[in-house]
């Protein structure tokens, strides 16, 4: 039998750091780490981002991220903290799990994502 999306998602936040809006805000505050806006444009021109967030959509994220990619990104250091957000977690609970496996070694997600920052009451920027 074949397994779903859901599925999938289940087994990649089983072996990711999921962190939440409180822990985000906290790390990143501290500094010393990438958080990257896995959303399409459409979305972040429509609710906005998190201030200081790197816009990289999920379609490519391996590209900018894996260092021997022609489309890679100085942002994206697999030595560096990275931490990930989408809407609502989905996405960048797999794009964690794919992260570690190009060999991210502290890489997290916004448990909830966007949606979760916005209910903790965190600030949003229209500017990109």
């Known amino acids: 039998m074949s397994e779903s999306v859901k599925d999938l998602i289940a087994q990649a936040r089983a072996g990711i750091n999921n962190m939440s809006a409180e ?68 996405r960048s609970a797999l794009a964690a799990h794919t992260l570690q496996t190009l060999g991210y070694q502290d890489v997290a997600h916004l448990d909830g994502g966007l949606k979760a920052w916005k209910d903790a009451g965190r600030p949003i920027t229209n500017e990109k």
């Open 23 to 90: 822990e985000v805000a906290k790390a990143v505050d501290a500094g010393d780490v990438t958080l990257v806006d896995l959303r399409e444009p459409g979305e972040v021109e429509k609710e906005g981002t998190i201030p200081g967030a790197v816009l990289a959509p999920r379609g490519m994220l391996e590209f900018y991220a894996d260092p021997g990619s022609p489309y890679h990104r100085a942002e994206f250091d697999p030595a560096r903290a990275t931490i990930l957000f989408c809407a609502s977690g989905g």
